[in-house]
C-alpha cells in the first residue's frame, strides 16, 4: 500500500485541502489481487487504491466515459500476417489528467495525523473514475499525435504511423496498448519512446 502511495507522491496525483461543505467526497478503498502464472502458483500480490465510483454523478463530478475496442486491429493484424504484441503500462491511469474539481477522501488506514479531517483534491486521475480512461487516452493520444502518429478514422483508439511501405498499429484499451507491425524495428522503437 506504502509502494502504491509513493506512486502517487512521484505522479503528483493530488493535493490534500481542507474540507468544505460544498464539496462532493468520494470515498476510497483499497483493492487486493493475486496474479498467478499458467500453474496457478501467486506470483504476486498487488493493490490498489481506487474511488468508490458509485458516488460520482454524470454532469456533476464526470461529463463522458470511455469504452474503446480493439476488434479493428485484431481483424487488420490476422488479415495482414503479422504479429501484434501487448503492453501493460503500470499506472497507466494516474497519468491521466483531471478538468474538474474532484476530491476524494484519504486513503483508509492512511490519513494525515495532523489533518485527519482533510480531503485530496485530485490533479490526475484515480483508478475507479468513470472518467479515467478517457483522461488517461487523452494525454496518450497527444503524445502519439506528436510522434507522427494519425488517429484512426473509424476507430478513435487506433494510431497508425507510417515508415516508407512499412506500418505500425497502436490500439489504446483502457490501460493497454495492443501494438504490431509489418517491420518489427518499428515496434521496437515504438517500445522505446514508450
Known amino acids: 500500500m506504502q509502494e502504491e502511495l509513493n506512486q502517487f507522491v512521484r505522479n503528483e ?3 490534500l485541502v481542507p ?3 460544498q464539496m462532493n467526497v468520494i470515498g476510497t478503498k483499497w483493492v487486493f489481487r493475486n496474479k498467478s502464472n499458467d500453474s496457478s502458483i501467486i506470483t504476486r500480490n498487488k493493490v490498489r487504491l481506487v474511488s468508490n465510483e458509485y458516488n460520482q454523478a454524470e454532469g456533476i463530478d464526470y461529463d463522458e466515459t470511455f469504452a474503446p475496442a480493439v476488434r479493428l486491429l485484431l481483424a487488420f493484424a490476422c488479415m495482414s500476417g503479422f504479429k501484434l504484441f501487448q503492453m501493460d503500462v503500470k499506472n497507466a491511469f494516474l497519468n491521466g489528467i483531471v ?3 474532484i476530491y476524494v477522501s484519504q486513503p483508509p488506514g492512511f490519513e494525515d495525523h495532523k489533518h485527519p479531517e482533510y480531503v485530496y483534491k485530485l490533479k490526475k486521475a484515480l483508478y475507479g473514475l468513470k472518467q479515467a480512461p478517457r483522461q488517461w487516452y487523452e494525454r496518450l493520444s497527444l503524445f502519439l499525435l506528436s510522434h507522427v502518429y494519425e488517429r ?3 476507430d478513435k483508439t487506433l494510431f497508425i504511423k507510417k515508415a516508407g511501405t512499412d506500418i505500425i498499429l497502436v490500439e489504446i484499451y483502457a490501460d ?3 501494438f504490431g507491425s509489418s517491420n518489427v524495428k518499428l515496434c521496437e ?3 522505446k519512446a514508450m
Open 152 to 154: 484512426g478514422k473509424v
Open 99 to 101: 478538468n474538474e474539481d
Open 19 to 21: 474540507k468544505t461543505n
Open 13 to 15: 496525483v493530488w493535493t
Open 176 to 178: 493497454d496498448i495492443v
Open 189 to 191: 522503437d515504438f517500445v
